[in-house]
Structure formats: C-alpha cells, structure tokens
Nanobody
Framework: VLLVESGGGLVQPGGSLRLSCAAS????????MRWYRQAPGKERELVAH????????VYSDSVKGRFTISRDNAKKTVYLQMNSLKPEDTAVYYC??????????WGQGTQVTVSS
C-alpha cells in the first residue's frame, strides 16, 4: 500500500487549497479513505472520511461547512478541498486507509500553513 499526498503549501487566512492523495497497492474502490491532520504539539485528529463509493462523508465539527472530501475511484485518488482556511487549520495533513484486518496505512503527509 502506498499513499502519496500533495497540494499543501502556504495560504493566507480565508484562502483555499486542494489536497490530493494518490493510492496504489490495493483495491482503492473497496475501501473507506480518511484525511487526518496533526498540528505541532497536538494529537493527530480525524478531519474527514469518505465511503468506498463516495456516497457517504463525515467531517469533524472544526471543518464542517468549509472542507469537502471527495474521491475518484478511476484515478485512485482522494481529495480534500479546503476553503475559508483559518490559522488553526495549520497542520500536517495525512491520508489514511485501513485494511480488513484493521491495520492503518499512512502517507508521508503534506504541510498546510495558514498565515498572513
């Protein structure tokens, strides 16, 4: 299993970014996908997840209404569209999936910094 995130960067408050996570090494369309984030000095937190077919999504309260998770099963890619970004969204964002046996797989992470 390989997960590779991209799309992070520096953005001003109120701005937008779109993260991508390209997956390989497993049957992507069969598995839920998740985005987590970890800010300095804080625990990793779940931001959003999406069902295998994309029909069901769940968001943390901190990002609800601002972030949108989506997936393209043909491209084996999951996305996180982030709008109205706030300084408190600054974190390393990680893509995640979990095997049938409960093993977690992680990407290397992509840094998102929201600052003026």
């Amino acid at each position: 299993v390989l997960l590779v995130e991209s799309g992070g960067g520096l953005v001003q408050p109120g701005g937008s970014l779109r993260l991508s996570c390209a997956a390989s090494g497993f049957t992507f369309s069969n598995y839920f996908m998740r985005w987590y984030r970890q800010a300095p000095g804080k625990e990793r937190e779940l931001v959003a997840h999406i069902s295998s077919g994309g029909g069901s999504t769940v968001y943390s309260d901190s990002v609800k209404g601002r972030f949108t998770i989506s997936r393209d099963n043909a491209k084996k890619t999951v996305y996180l569209q982030m709008n109205s970004l706030k300084p408190e969204d600054t974190a390393v964002y990680y893509c995640n999936t979990r095997s049938d046996r409960g093993r977690d797989y992680w990407g290397q992470g992509t840094q998102v910094t929201v600052s003026s």
